[in-house]
């Protein structure tokens, strides 16, 4: 078929003439092809998803009611622009109570997102400028970056090695991109490593920002999914406020994923341009459904009952991985568990299946074992598991926890 106009008319950011003409498929297609096909070489065989990135269950009842009662409300009907103040005073009293980080202004230092994904999309709006340097690390959620650059910015990555807690080395960045660089963006509990940040790793940030001039974007999508103590704000540091931003969902800590829900608090300025910019991209999340998580932050209690399961479907889960030879550990939040690649599979009649990647492993585990898993080969050749998986109760967790220990149990892994 020949170009049309249209094709010779899209932006160079996109792939401009070639845009859609490229035949490589991406990793998220992959892994959905090949669950599509282990289903059809094995008719009504249950596919174990370990590879979710999201909550296997609804939000909370009471949630549900809260914005079946304020979509009733007239008042709550039109555009909700930058937002009432019920959000922004609960998203302050939460930063409080669950983050221990007093004295945010709700009305100048907190402003909702349509989650935490559009506000990492808008952001870059606010900050870059053609030929500047964003931080980012890998692997790792990469919509900052990515709209950085359709602004003409740059990315550098920071590999997260679990030599280093998989905590990024800001010590080592080449001199010429730190004179360029403007943000650095991080994000703890990680996705994919589900590592937790320090006390100590965030003063070191908030000085490295004040050193070298950058604005720090923390993204807290997990932070209130910790599995003891309290959740570590970035907020929480001396001077963060002063540096940067940070970024709270109600997606995974409230499951609420389709809502498109969070907020974004820290410094003034910054809070101040994320909303002019917000204002000129959307017209604000239905006020209906702000009110619902305004109802959440107030009601943290939710969001500790969705950890509890979260931690013991991981304590489970690294028994059973370590008991087939995987070096897992458990971490001390989110719903991730990142464990090394194997390099090879041995089974018991001697025959011996090679990995080169994690991508390797992970399409031979959904097609051979029909377990369904996430490769990161950016920094490393990893395998992450989701304690997302469906299970109806607890009986019917350990049910597929001992599954899994079963299909892996005919073949010897070799690291
Ligand atoms: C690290 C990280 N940040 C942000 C998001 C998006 O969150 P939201 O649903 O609030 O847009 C995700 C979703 O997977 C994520 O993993």
Known sequence: MSDTYIQNLLAERIGGRSYGKSNAIYKFEKIKRAKR?????????????????????????????????????????????NGDAQLKESAARYMERVCGVRGIDPEKEVMHSIGSKAALSILPAVLINPGDFVLMTTPGYPVFGTHAKYYG??????????????????????????????????????????????????????????????????????????????????????????????????????????????????????????GDVKDNTDSGQFLAVQHAAAYCFDHPEITEKISAKYSRRMGALVHVLKQAGFDAL????????????????????????????????????????????????????????SVTFVAKDENDEKRVLAEISRRLGDVKFEF
């Open 37 to 81: 096909a282990a289903l059809a070489a094995n008719p009504g065989a249950e596919i174990i998803d370990m590879g979710v990135g999201e909550p296997d269950e609804m939000a909370f009842p009471e949630v549900v009611e809260k914005l079946y009662e304020e979509a009733k409300k007239p008042a709550n009907r039109g555009y909700a622009d």
């Open 153 to 274: 910015g740059l990315v550098h990555n920071l590999p997260l090695t679990a030599a280093n807690k998989f905590l990024p080395d800001l010590d080592n960045i080449p001199a010429d991109v730190l004179k360029k660089a403007k943000v650095l963006v991080i994000n703890y509990p990680n996705n994919p490593t589900g590592a937790s940040a320090t006390p100590e790793f965030f003063a070191e940030v908030v000085k490295f920002a004040q050193n070298h001039n950058i604005v720090v974007i923390h993204d807290a999508a997990y932070a209130a999914l910790v599995f003891e103590g309290k959740p570590l704000s970035f907020l929480a540091t001396p001077g963060a406020k002063e540096v940067g931003l940070e970024l709270h969902s109600c997606s995974k800590t409230f499951n609420m994923t389709g809502w498109r829900i969070g907020f974004v608090a820290g410094n003034e300025l910054l809070v101040k341009a994320y």
């Open 330 to 385: 458990k971490p001390k939040g989110s719903f991730f568990l990142y464990v090394k690649a194997p390099k090879a599979a041995v089974k018991k009649n001697g025959s011996r299946i090679e990995f080169k990647t994690g991508e390797d492993i992970s399409q031979w585990l959904i097609t051979e074992k029909l377990i369904s898993t996430v490769p990161w080969d950016d920094a490393g050749n990893y395998l992450r598991f």
